[in-house]
């Protein structure tokens, strides 16, 4: 699966962004549609964080405490892409974000995601 992240940008603070993730080629071997996907974030110096995940149904979600009913995972497999749109933003929110997907369904295990996006940079201005 080869995947590629966009949207990021600069926002004021409570300002808001949308990020997409999307399969590169539709193949069937490169098809969203089979995976648990998660948004996660990292600044220079700490660990990356995962912020949002969601089952290959879109029926469950994940969000880490810090963005939680601020930011919105969704998905849209017919068109083979995942989106997390972030609202009422912060400075603290400002990390390069990545995609990335894990077979099967949702999970918070970092380990269990196999591919990964390039990344796209999100930063936010007080």
């Known amino acids: 699966v080869q995947l590629q992240a966009s949207g990021g940008g600069l926002a004021q603070a409570g300002g808001s962004l949308r990020l997409s993730c999307a399969a590169s080629?539709?193949?069937?071997?490169?098809?969203?549609?089979?995976?648990?996907m998660g948004w996660f974030r990292q600044v220079p110096g700490k660990e990356r964080e995962l912020v949002a995940a969601?089952?290959?149904?879109?029926?469950?979600?994940y969000y880490a405490d810090s963005v939680k009913g601020r930011f919105t995972i969704s998905r849209d497999n017919a068109e083979n892409t995942v989106y997390l749109q972030m609202n009422s933003l912060k400075p603290e929110d400002t990390a390069v974000y990545y995609c990335?997907?894990?077979?099967?369904?949702?999970?918070?295990?970092?380990?269990?995601?196999?591919?990964w996006g390039q990344g796209t940079l999100v930063t936010v201005s007080s």
């Open positions: 990335a997907a894990a077979y099967g369904k949702l999970t918070t295990i970092h380990k269990s995601y196999s591919y």
């Open positions: 080629r539709r193949t069937s071997s490169n098809t969203l549609s089979n995976y648990g």
């Open positions: 969601i089952s290959w149904s879109g029926t469950v979600t």
